[in-house]
């Protein structure tokens, strides 16, 4: 079984910054691809940002930053000149080969940012 574990997050005045991270931990052989996905109130869940061996996708260009620790099988995601806009739950997300050979996806259980004065 494969885990995602997301740590960060909180509340924080429009124009802030905030950090996600999310940590993959079990029986990973290789990770094909990890990214952020968020839901705001109300609305579907849609792509923040993703990782895989083509590079990084960026929805959410110039303010948020995503990069991965393979070392430490961690994802990150900077948030920077947060809108109230940016509120929802953010999900971890990773495409996983595991150590008995198959490939599935996997979630976190999602942590909450709210930007709110």
């Known amino acids: 079984q494969v885990q995602l574990v997301e740590s960060g997050g909180g509340s924080v005045q429009p124009g802030g910054s905030l950090r996600v991270s999310c940590r993959a931990s079990?029986?990973?052989?290789?990770?094909?691809?990890m990214g952020w996905y968020r839901q705001g109130p109300g609305k579907q869940r849609e792509l923040v940002a993703g990782?895989?061996?083509?590079g990084i996708v960026d929805s959410v260009k110039g303010r948020f930053d995503a990069t991965t620790d393979n070392s430490k099988n961690m994802m990150y995601l900077q948030m920077n000149s947060l809108e109230p806009g940016d509120t929802g739950v953010y999900y971890c997300?990773?495409?996983?080969?595991?150590?008995?050979?198959?490939?599935?996806?996997?979630w976190g259980q999602g942590i909450q940012v709210t930007v709110s004065a």
């Open positions: 997300y990773a495409r996983v080969t595991t150590t008995r050979g198959t490939t599935s996806d996997y």
């Open positions: 079990g029986s990973i052989s290789n990770i094909l691809a």
């Open positions: 990782v895989t061996a083509d």
